[in-house]
Structure formats: structure tokens, C-alpha cells
């Protein structure tokens, strides 16, 4: 659903009552880029950058949790050229990030089954993991070989290794062994590019949370367009299936 016609129009925000956890879908890339004659890689790390902007923004505003769609378990089927190329730009944005990330108070965390990843992706996820447990600051996980199908099995998986009892099993248990364990469930999720779909995005925390659908692409996304999905956000009355 498209709010405002007039992308110009300025949102108004109440800045008190922002949702703590906003989760996105960062789609589009490829047409933005097929837009301008350029190949998809590029819309990519358009995309990236995007990541870099609406990060910052989302902090800056007091947003507490971001966590971004950046690999699916279903991505794997594109190209060679394309996987390498999301894979780069994860690789140069840690190196960055472990740079940086304790200077700017941001916490990495990594949603996903990181087994497949290339060695190196696999210790630069390590060493940010390290860099994380010391920072109480913004949360920012990024879903990489990631699947809300797959991050159900594998919880279960987790529960029943652990020794878990079946009668004990409780909705708060299991989110425990989730990969979003210790994270609220986002209030807000964004999806960019005009699709209306979730594609096996966060499916158990997504249970109450408000969609937001825009034909924006990703790499277009602007503090403006985070602005106009929190005011929409703001109209929705949560009843969490009760009655208001
Ligand atoms: C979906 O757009 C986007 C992806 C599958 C990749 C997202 C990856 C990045 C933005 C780069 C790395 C991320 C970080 C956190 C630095 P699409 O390719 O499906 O777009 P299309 O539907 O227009 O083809």
C-alpha cells in the first residue's frame, strides 16, 4: 500500500513513541540498477550504502533494533557473479564495521546459518561477534543465509539437542533459541519495491508486527521514506487481538 502519493510531503513523527525494533526488507536493487542500464551488481552496492544511511538514521532517531534482510537461504540460486558480489560488499562493510563499530556504539549481530559463508566472511562474523558482547548500543542484526522457516527448525532442532522437554515448551522458551533470542519482536517491518509479500522473513517475530509496503526501491530509501513508514506506523491501532 502506498501512503502518500506526493513523496514530497514531510511525515510528522512523534518522536516519543518510535517503535524500538524496525525490520527491513531491503528489495529492489536489481531494477533500480536494470533502471538506469546498469547490471544488478551495482544495484547492490547502491543498496549497501543505502544500509550505511538508514543505519544511521535509524540510530540517530533513537530507534533501538534494526534488522535487515540481506541474504536469504533462497538467494543462493542467483548468479555466481551476484552471490560473489552481495558476499563482497557484507565483507568490506565488516571490515568497517570492526573499525568503527566500538566508536560508534552499534552491536553486529548475525541472524542465519553462517556454515556455508567462505572462511573469511566467517571470521570477520566472528571477530564482530567479539567486538558485540563488549557494546550495549544500537542493535543492528543483519539476516544472512537466513530463513524464517529455517530459523524455526533450527531452534527446534536447538531445544531438543539441549535436552529440552516437550511439556515444558513454552512460545517464550522456544524464542530463546531463535536467532533473534534477547530481541523484541520488531513493531515495524518495511518492505521496499512494491511487494507485498513477507518471503520467509522473521516469520515468528513478525506475528503482530505493522507492514509497511512502498514502491520505493531499496537503494532510493531516504531518512524521509523511514519518516513516512514510522508516521503510518503511528496511525495503526495495535489491539494484538484484543479490543480497543
Ligand atoms: C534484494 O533485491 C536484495 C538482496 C538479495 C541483497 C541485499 C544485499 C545488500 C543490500 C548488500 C549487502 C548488505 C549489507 C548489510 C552491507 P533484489 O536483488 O531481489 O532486487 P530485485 O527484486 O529488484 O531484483
Redesign the pocket.
Known amino acids: 500500500m502506498q501512503l502518500f502519493k506526493n513523496k514530497n510531503i514531510k511525515a510528522k513523527v512523534d518522536k516519543n513513541a518510535l517503535p524500538a525494533h524496525i525490520a527491513i526488507i ?7 540498477a ?1 533502471k538506469r542500464g546498469l547490471p ?1 551488481t551495482a ?2 552496492a547502491a ?2 550504502e ?2 550505511r544511511t538508514i543505519a544511521t538514521y535509524l540510530k540517530d532517531i533513537g530507534v533501538k533494533y534494526m534488522t ?5 537461504t533462497e ?1 543462493w540460486k542467483r548468479s555466481q557473479e551476484e552471490v560473489s558480489a ?1 558476499m563482497s ?2 565483507e568490506n ?1 565488516l571490515y568497517e564495521a570492526i573499525e568503527k563499530m566500538e566508536e560508534d556504539n552499534i552491536n553486529l549481530t548475525f541472524f542465519g546459518d553462517t556454515t556455508p559463508l567462505s572462511d573469511k566472511l566467517r571470521s570477520l562474523i566472528e571477530r564482530t561477534n567479539d567486538i558485540s558482547a563488549r557494546i550495549d548500543g544500537f542493535k543492528v542484526n ?1 539476516c544472512l543465509n537466513y530463513g524464517g522457516r529455517d530459523e524455526i527448525v533450527h531452534a527446534a532442532k536447538e531445544y531438543m539437542k539441549a535436552g529440552g522437554d516437550p511439556e515444558q515448551l513454552t512460545e517464550e522458551v522456544f524464542s530463546n533459541y531463535l536467532y533473534s533470542a534477547g530481541v523484541p519482536d520488531p513493531e515495524l517491518i518495511i518492505r521496499p ?1 512494491g ?1 507485498y509479500r513477507i518471503s520467509n522473513f522473521l516469520l515468528w517475530q513478525c506475528a503482530y508486527s505493522e507492514m509497511y509496503f512502498t514502491d520505493r ?2 537503494p532510493d530509501f531516504t531518512g524521509a521514506d523511514i519518516d513516512r513508514a514510522i508516521e503510518w506506523y503511528q496511525g495503526r491501532s495495535r489491539r494484538f487481538g484484543g479490543v480497543k
Not at 26 to 32: A, E, I
Open positions: 531491503m528489495d529492489g536493487n536489481g531494477r533500480w536494470q544488478r544495484g547492490h543498496g549497501a543505502t544500509f535487515v534482510y540481506a541474504f536469504s538467494n552481495i560488499l557484507l562493510y543483519v519495491s511487494e526501491f531499496w
